[in-house]
């Protein structure tokens, strides 16, 4: 799926791998990625035996890259045992979930080097083992959280001095099992005292030597984002922006004037909006579940879990679930190259993968707009 121009890409010689043939309870026979290089008018097409998932995608700003809409996000899969872990989770589920997206059409994978102390980005590797190097889907990383190697649950750090970069990727490289990275990105703002115009000249130095193909910013400010254009241009920002999280406007607005890509994360706001979620189910949550504190999953949940509820209704009249309008949100905010979607379960990638494609009408958004409103859901504009 790497590929700068219009290319045909036949996945049949690799469905035998794995599980792949069977991901999700589907057989496909033979899968097909169509692209063009037209902006906003790439389809990937996956073509099988029961039905035809055509999957638009956009440029990545600047970086020759062409993503689908939405990707796959592998923080989840990292599984429990860590501060920010969502509870244990089956290797053999992620597995098959990534493959599931792929097989789907979907041709990027979001992974952190913290996400399960390094182990999301080994599962990324097990489920893309096998898949010849000219088919493999975009793998973007991120760099610059450091876990506390006495207590994995404990606080974690934010480091992004030279020496520390460069032994991230090093072990980044190692764990995914590639000799370039497509999109690596600092995590957040460091806290150890190195200034922007520092590490974001070492991000330009790994894009130099080739060991990455793009360099990105995640949960920076657009003041930040600034400073960083000045060194080196910035390829990408990735923001948290949903529904309920919409203070990102203001970056993504910024990005879209310097021709820089935007992946919005957590567009389902890690589950809330899906119309999966109820007090009952958050009451249950594993203890080592990050979300079971967070004031979104508290003092927030009954506004939220209202707008979700709007999202299912607007969802019926398009015969999707509500996960889908969620995701679908975002996409239809200018600027926004992707959203990035988590899975635990191949099943889940089915959720949400219909926002890919699906086109929300005026009627649809002044919708969100009033239930954001009437709710009082979130905090930022509800409508660009």
């Known amino acids: 799926m790497n590929t700068d121009g219009p290319s045909v890409f036949m996945w049949g010689r690799w469905l035998a791998f794995g599980d792949l043939g069977n991901a999700g309870g589907r057989h496909r026979e033979a899968c097909s990625l169509i692209g063009t290089s037209r902006a906003e008018s790439i389809h990937i097409t996956a073509f099988m035996r029961e039905e035809t998932l055509s999957l ?23 599984g429990g045992g860590w501060r920010y872990g969502w509870g244990a989770q089956n290797d053999e589920d992620s597995i098959a979930s990534i493959r599931h997206a792929i097989e789907s059409g979907i041709n990027w994978v979001d992974t952190a080097a913290i996400y399960g102390l390094g182990h999301s980005e080994e599962i990324v590797a097990r489920a893309l083992d096998g898949i010849p190097a000219s088919d493999r889907p975009y793998v973007f990383t991120k760099v610059g959280i450091l876990p506390d190697p006495a207590d994995p649950m404990g606080p974690t750090r934010r480091v992004m001095n030279t020496a520390s970069v460069h032994r991230e990727v090093e072990a980044s490289l190692r764990r995914l099992r590639v000799e370039r990275i497509d999109l690596y990105q600092v995590h957040r703002p460091p806290q150890d005292g190195t200034p922007i115009e520092e590490y974001w000249q070492v991000m330009a130095g790994l894009k130099a030597e080739g060991k ?69 189910r958050v009451a249950g949550l594993p203890a080592d579940d990050w979300r079971r504190a967070h004031p979104d999953f508290t003092t927030g949940l009954d506004a939220n879990l209202a707008l979700a509820d709007a999202l299912a209704a607007i969802g019926a009249r ?30 889940q990638v089915d959720g949400w993968l219909p926002a890919a494609s699906l086109r929300l009408t005026a009627e649809d958004r002044n919708e969100i707009a009033a239930a954001i409103e009437r709710t009082g859901a979130g905090s930022g504009p509800v409508r660009p």
């Not at 999707?320 to 379960?345: D, E, K, M, N, Q």
């Open 212 to 280: 990455v193909r793009a360099i990105g910013l995640s949960n920076h400010d657009a003041a930040q984002l600034e400073q960083a254009e000045k060194i080196a241009h910035v390829d990408s920002v990735q923001p948290p922006f949903s529904a309920v999280s919409r203070s990102a406007a203001t970056e993504i607005a910024w990005a879209a004037a310097h021709e820089t890509g935007v992946i919005v994360y957590s567009p389902m706001q890690s589950g809330l909006l899906t119309g999966a979620f109820s007090r009952e």
């Open 318 to 347: 398009h015969g999707v679930p509500a996960a889908a309008v969620a995701v679908a949100w975002t996409l239809a905010w200018p600027g926004v190259s992707g959203a990035i979607a988590g899975a635990r379960r191949p099943d």
């Open 56 to 78: 638009p995608a956009r440029p990545l700003g600047t970086s020759g890259m062409q993503i689908t809409t939405v990707g796959f996000g592998a923080w989840a899969i990292g």
